[in-house]
């Protein structure tokens, strides 16, 4: 079970749009990644690392550990995520692919190249759309303190489904409290920031979760693993191993990092 975050990535990472795999100018080359850590403002609680830069996360994260080795968020931001994906999972009667990106968008606040980054946090265009398409259909309500699109919890008197709130991904991401890059292709001599979705951003994290699990892990136990699945994946007709990547993705994030 705690590869299954892993092996969603690696999938997601090969079938991203050609679009996305434009060579694009990296954090590292605008200096983004030793950046301090700036409060994302909106919805989402300040950062008590504010001004340092990003470390290793507190074990006590509840969700989005897949950054722990680096990250500016903490328990203050991962409880409500998670809170968040257990209200769309109840009250929003949500679909697994829509749980499962909802947790991945619910998520941005702790990737390190986002809390470097004036905020809120800027989310792919595609991203969005991917979303869109997944959940709406699940039921959504105005949070009444943040004023943002929320889904349907057990005391929400007015909840509708996402359709009804938006038509597109851009909006949902915007009502939710993002904001949204149109455009997932940055060119090589801009110096534009990138966007929480890109391939960029979920190589990083497939290499984030490699490098730990050296850490405590054989290798050789990780490569029969891994050589099984991926013997188990080019078996599968190209549209179920899409189906399959986005349906066993973000859920076991949380139990990657003991």
């Known amino acids: 079970m705690e590869?299954?975050?892993?092996?969603?990535?690696?999938?997601?990472?090969?079938?991203l749009p050609h679009s996305s795999e434009?060579?694009?100018?990296?954090?590292?080359?605008?200096?983004?990644?030793?950046?301090?850590?700036?409060?994302?403002?909106?919805?989402?609680?300040p950062f008590k690392s504010e001004?340092?830069?990003p470390k290793r996360g507190p074990k006590d994260l509840t969700l989005c550990r897949v950054f722990r080795k680096k990250t500016c968020c903490d328990v203050t931001h991962t409880h409500p995520a998670l809170l968040s994906v257990r209200k769309l999972a109840s009250g929003g009667?949500?679909?697994?692919?829509?749980?499962?990106?909802?947790?991945?968008?619910?998520?941005?606040?702790?990737?390190?190249?986002?809390?470097?980054?004036?905020?809120?946090?800027?989310?792919?265009?595609?991203?969005?759309?991917?979303?869109?398409?997944?959940?709406?259909?699940?039921?959504?309500?105005?949070?009444?303190?943040?004023?943002?699109?929320?889904?349907?919890?057990?005391?929400?008197?007015?909840c509708g489904r996402a359709a009804e709130w938006v038509s597109n991904g851009t909006d949902l991401c915007l009502a939710a409290g993002f904001r949204v890059k149109s455009s997932d292709i940055v060119h090589v001599a801009s110096e534009e920031t990138?966007?929480?979705?890109?391939?960029?951003?979920?190589?990083?994290?497939?290499d984030s979760w490699k490098a730990s699990q050296f850490e405590s892990t054989k290798k050789g136990e990780n490569s029969v693993i891994l050589d099984d699945f991926q013997q188990w994946a080019r078996d599968m007709p190209f549209n179920e191993r899409v189906s399959w990547a986005i349906g066993g993705m973000v859920l076991t994030a949380g139990l990657v990092f003991i």
């Open 3 to 15: 590869y299954a975050f892993l092996l969603f990535l690696i999938l997601f990472h090969i079938f």
């Open 22 to 45: 434009r060579r694009v100018c990296s954090d590292q080359e605008t200096g983004k990644p030793n950046g301090a850590c700036v409060s994302q403002g909106g919805r989402f609680p």
């Open 51 to 53: 001004g340092n830069p």
């Open 93 to 158: 009667e949500a679909s697994q692919e829509c749980l499962h990106l909802w947790e991945l968008l619910e998520c941005a606040i702790c990737d390190p190249r986002v809390g470097t980054q004036p905020g809120p946090p800027l989310i792919c265009a595609s991203l969005c759309e991917r979303i869109y398409d997944a959940c709406s259909n699940a039921y959504f309500s105005m949070d009444v303190k943040t004023q943002v699109l929320a889904p349907c919890g057990v005391n929400d008197f007015v």
């Open 194 to 206: 990138l966007c929480y979705g890109d391939k960029a951003s979920l190589g990083s994290v497939v």
